[in-house]
C-alpha cells in the first residue's frame, strides 16, 4: 500500500473581496485528491482553473476556506505548524527572477538551510551536494543573473533540495523557459524524482511534460474533473478539448493515422508509424 503524503479533504479557496472594490472569488471547490510519497504527479488545466491557488494550499502558503489538507498528518491552522509544513513541502515558481535571494549561485541555495539554523558546516555539504544533483555545481561562484533561465530554474530547484524538504511543488516551472531550458528543468526533475525518491507536483500546461507523470489530476473552474495515469488521460482528446486542453503531438498524430492505443512519447509515435510504413510496404 502506498503511503499518503498529503491529503487533500473537500477543499473550498475564496479569495475575499479586497479594499479596491476588487469582488471575492471561489478560486476552488470542493476540491479532494491526495499525493503519494515517491509520487511524481502533474496538475494540468487551462489559465484559471486553479492550479497556483491549489500548489499554494499544499505548502500552506494558503489556509483553505473550508476543507483540510493535511501533509504527513499535519493541518497548517497555526504558524508553526505552516512552517512545519514548508519544511516538508517546498516550492518552485515559474518566474525564475523573482526566486533568486542572492548574488552568488550557492549563496543563494544557503539562503533557505540558513533560515531553517542549520549549522554551517551542514549548510556546505548540503549546498554541494544539492548543486550536483542539478548539474550546477561547477557554476556555484557564478552569479544568478547571469544564468540562463534553465539554469536559475535549476539554482531554485537546488534551494529546496538544500532544505531538505521531501516533496517539491512547481508551479510551471517552465513557463517562460526557451525548449532547451524546458528540456533540462524535466530531465532534473524526473532525476530527482527516480533516483532521490522525492515526491513531485508539476503543475504545468505542456502535454509533453505530463505524459512524463506517474498521475496527471485535470483541473477546471476550480475542480480537479479528471484523474489517471497519463494514458488513461490522454486517450480522452475530446473530452480535453472541451476543457481548452490537448493532447501531446505524437498522441495527436498517433491517432490520426489509426494506430490503436495512446501513444505518449515521440519515439514510441516513431515505432508506430515505422512499423505501420513497413506493413503497408510488405
Ligand atoms: P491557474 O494557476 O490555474 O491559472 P489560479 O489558481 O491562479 O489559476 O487562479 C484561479 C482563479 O482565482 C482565477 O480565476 C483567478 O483570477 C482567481 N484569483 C487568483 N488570485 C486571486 C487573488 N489574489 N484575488 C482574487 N482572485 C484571484
Ligand atoms: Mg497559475
Not at 533561465?149 to 521531501?166: D, F, N, S, Y
Request: proline share 4%; hydrophobic share 40%.
Amino acid at each position: 500500500m502506498s503511503e499518503k503524503l498529503i491529503e487533500v479533504n473537500n477543499v473550498t479557496y475564496v479569495y475575499e473581496p479586497d479594499e479596491e472594490g476588487a469582488p471575492g472569488y471561489t478560486a476552488l471547490s470542493n476540491v479532494s485528491t491526495h499525493i503519494d510519497k515517491g509520487e511524481f504527479v502533474a496538475v494540468l488545466g487551462h489559465n484559471g482553473s486553479g492550479k497556483s491557488t491549489l500548489a499554494k494550499l499544499l505548502n500552506a502558503i494558503y489556509e483553505p476556506t473550508e476543507g483540510t489538507v493535511s501533509v504527513k498528518g499535519i493541518v497548517a491552522d497555526t504558524e508553526e505548524k505552516g512552517d512545519e509544513v514548508r519544511r516538508i513541502v517546498g516550492m518552485v515558481f515559474q518566474n525564475p527572477d523573482n526566486q533568486i535571494v542572492a548574488t552568488i549561485v550557492e549563496d543563494d541555495v544557503a539562503f533557505g538551510p540558513e533560515n531553517l539554523g542549520v549549522e554551517p558546516s551542514e549548510i556546505r555539504r548540503r549546498v554541494d551536494e544539492a548543486l550536483k544533483s542539478v548539474n550546477m555545481y561547477e557554476m556555484r561562484e557564478r552569479e544568478p543573473h547571469r544564468l540562463s533561465g534553465g539554469q536559475k530554474q535549476r539554482v531554485a530547484i537546488a534551494g529546496v533540495l538544500a532544505m531538505q524538504t521531501e516533496c517539491i511543488v512547481l508551479d510551471e516551472p517552465t513557463a517562460m523557459l526557451d525548449p532547451m531550458g524546458r528540456s533540462e528543468v524535466m530531465k532534473t526533475v524526473c532525476r530527482l524524482n527516480e533516483e532521490l525518491g522525492i515526491t513531485v507536483v508539476l503543475i504545468t500546461h505542456f502535454m509533453e511534460e505530463a505524459v512524463l507523470a506517474d498521475r496527471v489530476i485535470v483541473m477546471d473552474n476550480g475542480r480537479i474533473i479528471d484523474e489517471g495515469t497519463p494514458a488513461e488521460i490522454f486517450s480522452k482528446a475530446d473530452f480535453l478539448r472541451s476543457h481548452g486542453l490537448d493532447v501531446p503531438q505524437s498522441t495527436e498524430l498517433c491517432r490520426l493515422v489509426g494506430i490503436d492505443g495512446c501513444v505518449l512519447s515521440v519515439g514510441e509515435a516513431v515505432e508506430k508509424i515505422a512499423s505501420l510504413i513497413g506493413g503497408a510496404a510488405g
